[in-house]
């Protein structure tokens, strides 16, 4: 069986400027990276025309180590929508180089339904991810410069300094570190640490602004610390926001790309689901319904994560609302969540896959909470079983939900034509908007327990001393009308990972509670998710090369 990687060789790319040119964008506005990559810049964006269009919104059961393929289905989807006559882009985010050298080893889909040129969007594509490492940690440096210098500082406490640094890349042993030794010409010494880039609150930024004038009004509004006299300070008491705008002059302008099929792929930003909010940018969807008539789009992780962030905060501060969404599941990861070990899930067993559905079930129920229809695509292995097949439509057919299998993997667009059939007739039916899980006015704790008892699952939420004293501070910076966006483990539906299926009668622990009064929300952390992962103890990078001729391999 070919890889994702040599399939991906097999496929001639086209100009970007055909690509542009399916959107009717003209080749003057394009900002040129090579042959097969371009920038496209926000004028192009027209709201009245946007309302138009239909947003269709990805999402999955809970995530396996056996793999949910939700970007290949987004891909396919996309693929689908096309072939049966609907204008439709992918709109996605980019990928991170921790999970590439990390787990995934790549982020572009797989098989016939992939993003590219794939080595490109998985490596350094067009140095998004790099300026918004470098418009973080100048911040950074304005800090510790601020609190060295005596005589022009804003008598800054560096205890109370919440703002890290980032890098793109898994490395644990800088989640916590001391900065300025050395002796006086080096710096104040304190305690900080590094996050990854995905997590960075510029990031979030960057995916929530309209236009460059808003994400410099954000960035301002990054929340620093306090004084030794108690008074808060922004980012914009440094004089930093500017010069930090400035290096994301060209980030903030979504990618264009191309499928597998030629079908345009606009990739932009790149937040985690389970440390952020999970979606790509605000921009690049607009874009997308501006210049089609369809965008297919997808959220981080589980719908009780990146969808639910997707729907309570992009949505509502960019005024969409998905036209349809679908559940990614495979017959694989059924079989994980009712009990199989991973050695074992190639082999037929339909029982098990009855007893995995119960997570199925859990994500059909925050659908409609939300008062959406879902439509459940089964993404198909080649060691899916009609049998175990079977089993998931029955479920489906019981729940009330329209399924259709997907092998989008091995067909691309041929494989999605049922889906995508199922899709167009959810969304051209659809006359309503969403009901979110919790407003925005609501007391912190309201909003958290809303998320963890409705989407979760869960009993009861404990507080710790430091998230009781986080909230305290957030009420006291007129910040507890935000909306929250929590980090849990992607995989469970508790903060517990070894709780697979559907977890009950559980307690929701929230660590502490970080504020990004910048991006627009604030971030309670549950159970040992960190904002720096760590890597494998096999990591992909071991099996990423490039030989002599500079053809790169490993990437899957």
Sequence with gaps: MSTDIEIARTIKLKHIREIAARLAVPEDDLVLYGKYKAKLPLALIDLEKAKKS????????????AGEGKTTVSIGLALGLNRIGRKTAVVLREPSLGPVFGIKGGATGGGHSQVLPMEDINL??????????????????VIDNNIQNKK?????????????????????SLRKIIVGLGGTMSGVPRETGFDIVAASEVMAILCLSNDLKHLKEKLGNIFVGYTYDRKPVYARDLKANGAMAALLKDAIMPNLVQTS??????????????????CNSIIATRVGLT????????????????AEKFLDIKCRYAGLSPSAAVLVATVRALKYHGGVGLKELNKPDAEAVRR???????????????????????????????????????????LGVPVAVADVWGKGGEGALELAGLVAKAAESNTRGFKPV????????????????KMYGARHIDYTPKARKDLEKINGLGLDKLPVCIAKTQKSLSDNPELIGRPKDFVVTVREIEIASGAGFIIPITGDIMRMPGLPEHPASENIDIDENGNITGLF
């Design 54 to 65: 239909r947003l269709i919104l990805v999402s999955a059961i809970s995530p396996t180590p």
């Design 124 to 141: 350094h594509f067009t140095g998004d991810f790099a300026a918004i490492e470098k418009a973080h940690n100048l911040l950074a440096a």
């Design 152 to 172: 022009s500082n804003l008598n800054i406490d560096p205890r109370t300094v919440t703002w890290r640094r980032v890098m793109d890349m898994n490395d644990r």
């Design 261 to 278: 099929e030629g079908t345009p792929a606009i990739i932009h930003g790149g937040p985690f689901a389970n440390i952020a909010h999970g």
């Design 291 to 306: 210049l089609s008539d369809y965008v297919v789009t997808e959220a981080g992780f589980a719908f009780e994560l990146g």
């Design 356 to 398: 995995g559905l119960e997570n199925l079930e859990k994500h059909v129920e925050n659908m409609k909470q939300f008062e959406l229809s879902p439509v459940i695509a089964l993404n198909k292995f080649t060691s899916d079983t009609e049998e175990e097949i079977a089993v998931v439509k029955a479920k489906c057919a019981e």
């Design 438 to 453: 919790y407003e925005w006015e609501w007391p912190v704790e309201k909003k958290i327990e809303a998320i963890a008892g």
